[in-house]
Every structure is written in structure tokens, then in C-alpha cells.
């Protein structure tokens, strides 16, 4: 169906700055150890990396809020950490990109951690620190606390689950009603359980997500996949990330719209999703409609997969891709 718009995209862009927004979900820390490799180990048949540099970026739901600060929106992120000297890592990173950070911490968990060990532009291994389990009673008491004293003037609310033991059925049956109290809610979802998530505006699952969760045929059509998640979600949309094939956005009253994928060339779709999310999120807080965000979005990610490792996209950039648009 055709595209349609009734605001021009660099007027809506112009409108993010300011507007607050609220990140909740599984936090982590990415660790880039760059290095050459110019012999392999004479201990075993693997090569030997002399590192050159070490840097660290946000992560999952982290990385979320460093992409709605990059595009000029202030944000608040809330998850639970570890006593430990990644979450020190991990909330120095984030006041460098300006988020304000509300974690609750658990001493009995690791904060997520994923370690790429990169050569010549190639990823050589990723060691991965975290824990999965669900979190407990007091700490998802104090993180619910933690998000009802950020609500305030917030326009718009992103939960970004990464199965990290945040987002039990139990908390966001508490949480989806307080956050999502006359604003927007989306979801970036994990799992086959997407009745957890009900009572949010948009869902948007990757193409195998949506078909894990539904249980659906491979062969079968992405409309009745998709048909299937609004029921059971009972939200006003759900956008499934396709990839090379773009975005594919189905609203509550049975339109569809698809958006062609408009990057040049795929580096890296590490953080795509979570570039999705943010830019949506923040582009409803100005009023655009979905399918006007959806839009942004999707410029958005055109711009990040064509980047090596987690990267956060600028208004600049972003203003620059839509052109008039």
C-alpha cells in the first residue's frame, strides 16, 4: 500500500529534542578488544590476537536509551545490575551519553557482559558474563519504585527484553499498567510468552521471533502471524523486522504497511533492533503516527547495519538520510 505522511519527517525529527522517554529492560555492556593477528598459538590451532585497543558501548536495553539521547531526546534507564565493576562500567558509559540511569542492584547477579574479540575487521570469539535467572521479589519491588519516581512528564515507555530474568509474566503484569498509563508502550520482545505483554501499544519482534512465538509454519504468511500477535497481545500494532526485506507494520484496524529495507550495504545488524525501538519511541512522543515512525525507524536502521559493532545513530545523520522526506 502506499506511504503516507502528514508531516514532513525532518519536522518530526526537529521535534525529538527534549521530549523524555523511559527505557526499561535487561541492560549489558559490550566489550570490543581489537587487535592483529599474525601467528597462530603454539599451545592449539587458534590464532594469537595482539590487542591494540579495548572499548566498551551500551548494550541491550542500554543501548535502547544511548540511541534515544544520540537523537536529542532525554532518558531515563531502568534495570537491575550486578554489584560489580561492569554495572561501574556500564553507568560511566552511559552518563558520558547523557542518560540518567536507575538501576537496581543485586549482588547475587553478574551484569551482562558480551566480550567480541575482533581482528582485521573480523570477529574472531564472544565470550559471554550474565545471568538468566528471573529476578527476585525485592529487587523487582525496588525497580518498579525506580520506574514510577521516573514518569514523570515522560511521553513515551520502551521495555527491551533480552531474557535476562527481567521481564517475568508476574512484573509485567505490574509494570505494563503503571508505565504505560496514557502513553505510549512498546516492546521489544524475547520468548515464546508474548501474553506478557499485553495492555502495550506496539510490539516489535525480528521475523523469527514473531514466528517462534506464534508457533507458526515457516511457509506460513507473515499477515497471519502477525494477526495472531495482535490478538494475543491485545496492542494497537505490531512492526516485524525483516532484515534485507525491510519492516512490515500491522495496525489494530488491519492496515498493513511495508517498508522497504534502505540500507546501501549490511556490515552489522548487531543493535538494529534496539536502533529501532528508540528512534520509534521518541518519534511518537512528538505525535507522529505509527507509520510516520515506523518510517524514521526504518531510515534509522539503514543507517546502523551499514556500521561495524554497537553504534547509536545522531540527529544529524538521521536528518541527513530523510533529506526532505
Given amino acids: 500500500m502506499t506511504i503516507e505522511t502528514h508531516r514532513p519527517l525532518g519536522k518530526i525529527i526537529h521535534d525529538f529534542r527534549g ?24 599451545e592449539a590451532p587458534i590464532p ?13 536495553a542500554a543501548n535502547v536509551a544511548a540511541n534515544v539521547a544520540a537523537l536529542g531526546g532525554e532518558v531515563v534507564l531502568c534495570g537491575v545490575v550486578g554489584d560489580d565493576d561492569v554495572a561501574v562500567r556500564l553507568r560511566q558509559e ?3 551519553r547523557g542518560v540518567e540511569t536507575r538501576f537496581a542492584v543485586d549482588a547475587s547477579r553478574t551484569t551482562t557482559l558480551k566480550s567480541r574479540v575482533v581482528a582485521h575487521s573480523q570477529q574472531v570469539v564472544r565470550l559471554d558474563r550474565e545471568t538468566r ?8 519491588t525496588h525497580l518498579l519504585e525506580l520506574v514510577e519516581k521516573s514518569l514523570n512528564g515522560v511521553r513515551a515507555v520502551a521495555i527491551s527484553d533480552y531474557g535476562k530474568g527481567l521481564t517475568e509474566p508476574w512484573l509485567m503484569a505490574r509494570l505494563i499498567p503503571l508505565a504505560g498509563k496514557g502513553r505510549p508502550l512498546l516492546v521489544d ?6 501474553q506478557k505483554y499485553r495492555g502495550s501499544t506496539i510490539i516489535t519482534p525480528n521475523e523469527a521471533e514473531a514466528f517462534e ?13 502477525m494477526k495472531t500477535i495482535l490478538r494475543r497481545v491485545s496492542c494497537q500494532a505490531v512492526l516485524v523486522t525483516q532484515g534485507a526485506k525491510g519492516m512490515s507494520l500491522m495496525e489494530a484496524g488491519g492496515s498493513t ?3 522497504p529495507a ?3 550495504e549490511v556490515y552489522d545488524v548487531t543493535g538494529a533492533g534496539d536502533t529501532v525501538v528508540g528512534t520509534l519511541a521518541l518519534a511518537l512522543t512528538t505525535g507522529a503516527s505509527l507509520v510516520e515512525g515506523v518510517r524514521l525507524a526504518n531510515h534509522a536502521a539503514g543507517i546502523v547495519v551499514g556500521r561495524v559493532g554497537t553504534v547509536a545513530v545522531t540527529v544529524g545523520e538521521l536528518s541527513e538520510a530523510v533529506g526532505d522526506g
Avoid at 520482545?189 to 508474548?194: L, Q, S, V
Avoid at 512465538?213 to 502471524?225: C, F, H, M, N
Fill in 94 to 96: 552511559m552518563e558520558k
Fill in 262 to 264: 534502505l540500507a546501501r
Fill in 213 to 225: 512465538a506464534t508457533g507458526g509454519r515457516l511457509d506460513a504468511p507473515l499477515s497471519q502471524v
Fill in 133 to 140: 535467572s528471573g529476578i527476585s521479589q525485592e529487587v523487582a
Fill in 189 to 194: 520482545p524475547k520468548g515464546k510468552d508474548y
Fill in 19 to 42: 521530549n523524555r522517554v523511559v527505557v526499561i529492560g535487561d541492560v549489558m555492556l559490550d566489550e570490543y578488544i581489537v587487535g592483529t593477528v599474525a601467528r597462530v598459538s603454539p
Fill in 257 to 259: 504497511t511495508h517498508f
Fill in 48 to 60: 594469537v590476537v595482539n590487542v591494540e585497543k579495548v572499548t566498551y558501548t551500551p548494550g541491550g
